[in-house]
Each structure stands twice: as structure tokens, then as C-alpha cells.
């Protein structure tokens, strides 16, 4: 009895490793050699962002691990200090616009529409909740607003026609509030 049980444990734990290996195979992307500067050293950013793009699989919004990406992202940003946070946010909101781009690729434009909205919330708490950041001696940090500002409010122009009149006006008032922060910062 006992070595029954231990084989199906074991035939458990093997299932469980095979779908793992399976999803690292569906999951893996090229991953190109670190950029090295003149002095042939490795800057910390750069090791920092290429482990972030290995561990980090582009799980979307309609994989069942997606659940992970977001957990992650919600540790970050309470770890984050302020200025981090809005650098996060931004980050964030443009993980969610290229998230709503793949799901319209793919024909799941309700989910798309849905990310979206959320692609602009982050964009919005970056704006609008770290205002006092932003308004102090931050130039750099504001113009990472304003870039990601207009380049959301380009790139849901440029998906507008993918959607139906209904999902295209939400969309609309999307792109309105996203120029109204354009014009208040």
C-alpha cells in the first residue's frame, strides 16, 4: 500500500514537472547577450532589467499564470519608493498596453478593452497620484509622464478600429482623459 502511494506521488510530481518544462518551452523568447559598455563591464541596470525579462515571462491577461504577474507587480509597487513608484506605475501601464495589443491580435478585444482600461489607470495614478513628485525638481520623471502619455493616447488611436462602436467609445473616453492629464501637467 505504501509504495502504491509513493508511486503516485511521484507520478504526481512527474506530471507537475513535465507541465512546468512545457510551459518554459511555450514560454521561451530569445534572449539576447547583455549590453556591455566601452570599458567591457555590465552595468547593474542592465543585468537588473535582462534578469527581469528572464524570470518574467510575458504571461497575459488570458494565461492562468497571469495571476503571478500580478502579484508581482503588486509587491513591486509597495516596495517602491515614491519615485520608484511613478516610474513603476509607467512601467506598469506599458506592460498592460502591449498586453491589450496581443490580446487584439489575437480577436480577444473584450479582455483588450479591458486591459486597456487598466493600462491607463496605472498611467493616471502616475500622473495624478504622485503629482507632488512630479511637481518638484523631477524633470526627468515628468518627462517620462508626458512620453508615456502621448504614446498611449497614439497607440489607442491607432487601435480604435479594431474594436466595435460600443467598445470604441469607451476608448474614446479613454483617450479624453488621457489628454486631459496631457494639458493639466
Known amino acids: 500500500m505504501i509504495k502504491l502511494q509513493h508511486l503516485v506521488i511521484a507520478a504526481g510530481m ?22 556591455v559598455d566601452e570599458a567591457n563591464t555590465l552595468s547593474h541596470v542592465s543585468v537588473q532589467t535582462r534578469l527581469q525579462q528572464i524570470f518574467t515571462p ?25 519615485n520608484q513608484k511613478v516610474s513603476e506605475e509607467l512601467r506598469l501601464g506599458n506592460d498592460r498596453l502591449w498586453a491589450a495589443q496581443q490580446l487584439v491580435a489575437r480577436g480577444r478585444k473584450t479582455l483588450a478593452l479591458t486591459t486597456l482600461s487598466k493600462a491607463e489607470k496605472y498611467v493616471m495614478l502616475a500622473s495624478g497620484d504622485n503629482a507632488h513628485i512630479l511637481n518638484s525638481s523631477h524633470e526627468q520623471l515628468h518627462t517620462q509622464v508626458l512620453n508615456t502619455i502621448s504614446n498611449h493616447i497614439d497607440q489607442m488611436i491607432a487601435m480604435k478600429p479594431y474594436f466595435n462602436s460600443a467598445q470604441a467609445s469607451t476608448i474614446d473616453a479613454l483617450i479624453t482623459q488621457m489628454k486631459g492629464l496631457e494639458t493639466t501637467r
Open 58 to 82: 510575458p504571461y497575459l491577461p488570458d494565461s492562468p499564470l497571469f495571476l503571478s504577474v500580478v502579484l508581482s507587480d503588486r509587491i513591486r509597487l509597495a516596495l517602491a519608493s515614491p
Open 14 to 35: 512527474f506530471l507537475l514537472a513535465l507541465f512546468i518544462l512545457a510551459v518554459s518551452f511555450w514560454k521561451l523568447t530569445y534572449v539576447s547577450p547583455l549590453p
